[in-house]
């Protein structure tokens, strides 16, 4: 047995957080959260099942190869629910047999080809951020799983500042991305949940969106160019910013998973740090009232950088537990820029939204939203210390089928979970935006039962069921993992399985990259 070492956890330690008395006695009247939940200790990993001879030439491919305990468990899981459940019971299933440290581009390549040789499952591995299981390859039919962990490749390579953009190398972490841009005066502007800790390469391997995407766009919209390793060699794609040289090969990249290469670089557009921020709250008396305002800003304008609505209870549960205030649907409404661009565009959104039925709140909840965005986690921490389950799912459709896909998913996690003895708090928000349509993202809240991996499984398929059934896709910004791959292969069809298996076949002839993950 191992010590867990916090691998059961969000984050950093010391930002851990503990519920307030009355919001735990709020869970025992609401949902019947009966108690604490504690977890264990330690965690047994499956025995290493590489031999000396396969360690061997891994390490004559890269130096720095390892098989000790703290490398396997802190490369076991995510951190989907699930994955936390599962470790936090002591159990560590998924563990690489081995974790390995490329420093240089050439050193993954040379991994893959040894790898390939040796029939080794590979996990890229970014910031261990994935919630959809896009970290536990399929084990039958190898050697053994080895972890390819990028951190190292972390520099800045170049940064164009007359085409403004950047390329890094694929380890870099978003927080020092952004560190090092600010040096020179430019942002991303890319900031999902997982900022703190998660990787460009990540970012471009899922099809990352962030908070502020009505503004800056989603992370596959960045990336101009990228490098990838795969099994037969180096791919690199991208050398404009628009062509008409066939197919785009980035997008065989982007949204990949790793199931056909390991992104190692990547260029990306970048824009002038904001000199200037405004972030405001606006109250809407219903969801529906809420959604036309957010769609008419989307198709018409003007548009904010941050743009978000929350439903009714949503709403309420963050004014119940510290935060924004708001009668009906709250909605933040951010804008950055120059201070001349944000003074002009916030008075032309205070006008429409005005026209539109908004109330304005002023600055204090789109501030104390902003300053709470990346809290979420360390409290679904502290939730399932307190017994219940806390779990969020998302997905994005035309603005036509919103309310009903929003109705369905919320319907089928109701039913589910109520017919289970734990009924739910189901929350909502509109977070991404776009002229034809939006994401809808939800958070779930429920006692935890005596098997609370079985039970959110059977909570997550009815609502993948439901998504799937109201035309919606199975996911906007999470990715397909192993989580959502049966959706994901019926969304496509039989005819796009098979494009995409023909491309795995032609990259990775052994089938060694993420087994299991995004395809069958």
């Given at each position: 047995?191992?010590?867990?070492?916090?691998?059961?956890?969000?984050?950093?330690?010391?930002?851990?957080?503990?519920?307030?008395?009355?919001?735990?006695?709020?869970?025992?009247?609401?949902l019947?959260?009966?108690?604490?939940r504690?977890?264990?200790?330690?965690?047994?990993?499956?025995?290493?099942?590489?031999?000396?001879?396969?360690?061997?030439?891994?390490?004559?491919?890269?130096?720095?190869?390892?098989?000790?305990?703290?490398?396997?468990?802190?490369?076991?899981a995510g951190?989907?629910?699930?994955d936390?459940?599962?470790?936090?019971?002591?159990?560590?299933?998924?563990?690489?047999?081995?974790?390995?440290r490329?420093?240089?581009?050439?050193?993954?390549?040379?991994?893959?080809?040894?790898?390939?040789?040796?029939?080794?499952?590979?996990?890229p591995?970014?910031?261990?951020?994935?919630?959809?299981?896009?970290?536990?390859?399929?084990?039958?039919g190898?050697?053994?799983?080895?972890?390819?962990?990028?951190?190292?490749l972390?520099?800045?390579?170049?940064?164009?500042?007359?085409?403004?953009?950047?390329?890094?190398?694929?380890?870099v972490?978003?927080?020092?991305?952004?560190?090092?841009?600010?040096?020179?005066?430019?942002?991303?502007?890319?900031?999902?949940?997982?900022f703190?800790?998660?990787?460009?390469?990540?970012?471009?391997a899922?099809?990352?969106?962030?908070?502020?995407?009505?503004?800056?766009?989603?992370f596959?919209?960045?990336v101009?160019?990228?490098?990838?390793?795969?099994?037969?060699?180096?791919?690199?794609?991208?050398?404009?910013?628009?062509?008409?040289?066939?197919?785009?090969?980035?997008?065989?990249?982007?949204?990949?998973?790793?199931?056909?290469?390991?992104?190692?670089e990547?260029?990306?557009?970048?824009?002038?740090?904001?000199?200037?921020?405004?972030?405001?709250?606006?109250?809407?008396?219903?969801?529906?009232?809420?959604?036309?305002?957010?769609?008419?800003?989307?198709?018409?304008?003007?548009?904010?950088?941050?743009?978000?609505?929350?439903?009714?209870?949503?709403?309420?549960?963050?004014?119940?537990?510290?935060?924004?205030?708001?009668?009906?649907?709250?909605a933040?409404?951010?804008?950055?820029?120059?201070?001349?661009?944000?003074?002009?565009?916030?008075?032309?959104?205070?006008?429409?939204?005005?026209?539109?039925?908004?109330t304005?709140?002023?600055?204090?909840?789109?501030?104390?939203?902003?300053?709470?965005?990346?809290?979420?986690?360390?409290?679904?921490?502290?939730?399932?210390?307190?017994?219940?389950?806390?779990?969020?799912?998302?997905?994005?459709?035309?603005?036509?089928?919103?309310?009903?896909?929003?109705?369905?998913?919320?319907d089928?996690?109701?039913?589910?979970?109520?017919?289970?003895?734990?009924?739910?708090?189901?929350?909502?928000?509109?977070?991404?935006?776009?002229?034809?349509?939006?994401?809808?993202?939800?958070t779930?809240?429920?006692?935890?039962?005596?098997?609370?991996?079985?039970?959110?499984?059977?909570?997550?398929?009815?609502?993948?069921?439901a998504?799937?059934?109201?035309?919606?896709?199975?996911?906007?910004?999470?990715?397909?993992?192993?989580?959502?791959?049966?959706?994901?292969?019926?969304?496509?069809?039989?005819?796009?399985?098979?494009?995409?298996?023909?491309?795995?076949?032609?990259?990775?002839p052994?089938?060694?990259?993420?087994?299991?993950?995004?395809?069958?």
């Amino acid at each position: 047995m191992n010590e867990m070492l916090g691998v059961a956890r969000w984050g950093a330690p010391a930002a851990a957080v503990s519920l307030p008395s009355d919001v735990r006695d709020l869970l025992g009247a609401a949902l019947g959260v009966s108690g604490p939940r504690p977890a264990a200790s330690t965690a047994e990993l499956p025995a290493v099942t590489l031999s000396e001879t396969a360690l061997e030439r891994l390490r004559a491919a890269c130096p720095v190869v390892s098989t000790g305990d703290e490398a396997r468990l802190s490369h076991a899981a995510g951190k989907s629910t699930e994955d936390l459940l599962r470790l936090r019971a002591g159990r560590a299933d998924d563990a690489p047999d081995a974790v390995a440290r490329p420093a240089t581009q050439q050193q993954v390549a040379d991994l893959l080809a040894a790898c390939s040789q040796l029939r080794v499952a590979v996990v890229p591995f970014g910031g261990g951020t994935s919630v959809v299981g896009g970290l536990a390859a399929r084990r039958e039919g190898f050697a053994g799983v080895l972890a390819v962990d990028l951190a190292a490749l972390d520099r800045l390579v170049h940064l164009d500042r007359v085409s403004r953009t950047a390329t890094f190398e694929a380890g870099v972490r978003a927080p020092r991305a952004e560190e090092l841009l600010a040096a020179e005066g430019f942002t991303l502007g890319h900031f999902p949940q997982s900022f703190e800790y998660a990787s460009l390469g990540g970012f471009a391997a899922t099809r990352s969106s962030g908070q502020a995407s009505a503004g800056y766009g989603r992370f596959d919209r960045m990336v101009v160019g990228l490098r990838a390793a795969t099994p037969i060699g180096l791919l690199d794609a991208g050398r404009a910013p628009e062509s008409a040289a066939g197919p785009d090969l980035r997008q065989l990249l982007l949204g990949s998973e790793g199931a056909f290469g390991v992104i190692t670089e990547l260029t990306v557009r970048v824009r002038p740090a904001p000199q200037a921020r405004d972030y405001a709250g606006w109250s809407f008396p219903s969801f529906d009232a809420g959604a036309d305002a957010v769609r008419a800003l989307a198709q018409d304008g003007p548009l904010p950088t941050v743009l978000r609505l929350s439903d009714e209870t949503e709403t309420a549960i963050n004014a119940a537990t510290g935060g924004p205030q708001a009668d009906g649907c709250l909605a933040v409404v951010g804008v950055e820029g120059t201070a001349e661009e944000v003074a002009d565009r916030s008075a032309a959104l205070g006008r429409r939204l005005t026209a539109l039925g908004g109330t304005p709140l002023g600055a204090a909840p789109g501030e104390a939203w902003q300053a709470g965005r990346f809290r979420a986690p360390y409290l679904r921490d502290a939730l399932l210390d307190e017994g219940a389950i806390a779990e969020t799912l998302e997905t994005a459709t035309f603005w036509d089928r919103l309310p009903a896909t929003y109705a369905a998913v919320r319907d089928a996690l109701v039913r589910t979970l109520s017919s289970s003895g734990t009924p739910p708090l189901v929350l909502c928000h509109i977070s991404h935006v776009y002229d034809s349509g939006a994401s809808l993202y939800f958070t779930v809240v429920a006692a935890q039962a005596e098997d609370p991996v079985a039970q959110w499984r059977a909570a997550k398929a009815a609502a993948g069921d439901a998504i799937a059934a109201s035309g919606a896709t199975i996911t906007h910004h999470h990715g397909v993992g192993r989580v959502h791959r049966p959706w994901y292969t019926r969304e496509i069809g039989d005819v796009g399985v098979a494009a995409l298996l023909g491309v795995k076949r032609a990259l990775d002839p052994h089938g060694i990259l993420n087994p299991g993950i995004l395809l069958p």
